[in-house]
């Protein structure tokens, strides 16, 4: 465990170095109430996410020990490609008849067409963990967040500093990535039973997916209808670096990941390793967000220094979850993931709901605390059952 995490945190850690770099420029480029639109425009990307992929990042780690050969691998990962294009075309006109009728910003008409390159990209990395590939998936993320921070920083500087151009951006470093690595994988062929397997393995996912957007994304959109764009960038930026930290957490269940999917049951010692990790990631990243926040962030978004303190917390809570939530996809169990998300969403959105009146912004990442608490003692509870059973049944 602690060489592969070596590899994966290594890599992260380069590409983490380049999204701290990131933070502090865009908030001296752009102006609180453009990243406001910013996070808007992240907040319905993070919606559709799910939508478009059918959840296939999962599947293809799942489906990857069933193959005997590659080149069905390949025929796979092509299939997987061509059912995402479709869907993420109907969507994109979807959006653009929407956008025009009801005369919104016209950034949203970008959104599926970012999403869609993002699912590709992501898919195959994916891939990379599944099969081992260490080295190439750490370069591969590497190489994007170079290549989206020197094109997001030649548009905001030379052309706009808007949100529109941090996200074409971000859109042309994924689709370049993509392109090179995927263009000797794609085998245009279609496969009716492979496409109905795929849809219908993602469709509980994109069920669960609909109740964690707004347990992850509701206090964002909150404010957007019940704040300012102002306050919207706060939150932005705190869940920016939350995700930074998450990131970090997602490298440690990759190091582990190949070793969790031979095994037939839940392994304990896993999660308390992984624990033992996050909780030591955990007191860096506060730490140094108390600190440095203050050099690295401009005077203007100085309100989401609390704010971010508090998100931090939420999501070391989120990534306990990771270890359950991958046994679940395992075994076939997301109906339960499901429920206990869903639970947590209503959580979320009450808490929210009930108190910004009264506490403000504040509140939003205290209930993401509370609800990801539930939520990870929730999943570590039904494993564990399920765990029992299997081994009584055996």
Aim: glycine share 4%.
């Amino acid at each position: 465990m602690l060489k592969n995490f070596g590899v994966y945190a290594g890599f992260n850690f380069i590409s983490l170095i380049i999204g701290f770099l990131t933070i502090p420029i865009l908030t001296r480029l752009i102006d609180p109430e453009q990243y406001g639109v910013l996070g808007v425009a992240i907040s319905f990307s993070v919606f559709l996410f799910p939508l478009l992929s059918i959840c296939s990042e999962s599947y293809v780690q799942v489906k990857y020990t069933e193959f005997e050969t590659h080149e069905e691998y390949k025929h796979f990962l092509s299939i997987n490609f061509l059912l995402i294009t479709f869907i993420s075309l109907i969507t994109l006109i979807v959006t653009a008849v929407v956008v025009q009728v009801y005369a919104y910003n016209a950034i949203y008409i970008l959104i599926p067409a970012l999403v869609w390159i993002q699912v590709l990209r992501r898919i195959l990395m994916a891939s990379f963990v599944v099969e081992g590939k260490k080295i190439l998936f750490g370069k591969t993320n590497v190489i994007y967040s170079v290549l989206s921070f020197i094109l997001s920083l030649y548009f905001l500087y030379f052309i706009s500093a808007s949100a529109l151009y941090r996200l074409l951006g971000i859109a042309l470093s994924e689709a370049i990535i993509f392109t090179v690595l995927a263009y000797p994988l794609i085998r245009l062929s279609f496969d009716f039973v492979l496409f109905r397997n795929i849809i219908g393995y993602g469709l509980p996912l994109i069920l669960t997916s609909i109740p964690a957007w707004f347990l992850n994304e509701f206090g964002r959109q909150y404010l957007n209808y019940n704040g300012s764009l102002d306050d919207v960038a706060m939150i932005t930026i705190s869940l920016q670096f939350s995700m930074i930290y998450l990131q970090l957490n997602k490298a440690i269940l990759n190091s582990v990941l190949k070793e969790i999917l031979d095994k037939n049951n839940y392994a304990f010692s896993e999660s308390i390793k992984l624990t033992f990790f996050q909780s030591g990631i955990l007191i860096l990243v506060l730490l140094n967000i108390y600190y440095f926040y203050d050099i690295l962030i401009g005077s203007k978004y100085a309100q989401a220094k609390n704010i971010t303190l508090i998100f931090v917390v939420a999501f070391y809570f989120q990534s306990l979850s990771l270890l359950p939530s991958t046994y679940l996809n395992k075994f076939r169990k997301n109906y339960i993931r499901l429920l206990v998300v869903i639970i947590c969403a209503v959580i979320n959105i009450t808490c929210v709901s009930l108190f910004y009146p009264k506490y403000g912004i504040i509140i939003i990442p205290l209930s993401s605390v509370l609800s990801f608490v539930i939520y990870s003692f929730l999943l570590f509870f039904v494993v564990g059952h399920l765990n029992r059973q299997l081994e009584f049944h055996r």
